[in-house]
Nanobody
Framework: VQLQASGGGLVQAGGSLRLSCAAP???????????MAWYRQAPGKERESVAS???????TYADSVKGRFTISRDNSKKTVYLQMNSLKSEDTSVYYC????????WGQGTQVTVSS
């Protein structure tokens, strides 16, 4: 299963973006059974977990994004969101959504570039 993230772009430092990730039809019947998460990978760095959300809505965040990013999910729409506020240049990465723990295949991700 590959989840496709969208909503990335170029934004100035301090700005906001909202990423979305809709589950493909093949997993919509089981989407509500999975913990979902957003990950990111900057050039030359390992992929890291940014935020995670349980089926019931409990969330966890990496220390680097706490207070700035908000993960949410709409189980009726089978979609996961990442609201990113107060963006910093160090947030520049390709962002991916996946289950937590992640499924084997990764989608293409969406590029977020924050200019200082």
């Amino acid at each position: 299963v590959q989840l496709q993230a969208s909503g990335g772009g170029l934004v100035q430092a301090g700005g906001s973006l909202r990423l979305s990730c809709a589950a493909p039809r093949s997993i919509t019947s089981v989407f509500n059974s999975y913990v979902m998460a957003w990950y990111r990978q900057a050039p030359g760095k390992e992929r890291e977990s940014v935020a995670s959300i349980t089926v019931g809505g409990a969330t966890t965040y990496a220390d680097s994004v706490k207070g700035r990013f908000t993960i949410s999910r709409d189980n009726s729409k089978k979609t996961v969101y990442l609201q990113m506020n107060s963006l910093k240049s160090e947030d520049t990465s390709v962002y991916y959504c996946n289950a937590n723990p992640p499924w084997k295949k990764w989608g293409q991700g969406t590029q977020v570039t924050v200019s200082s």
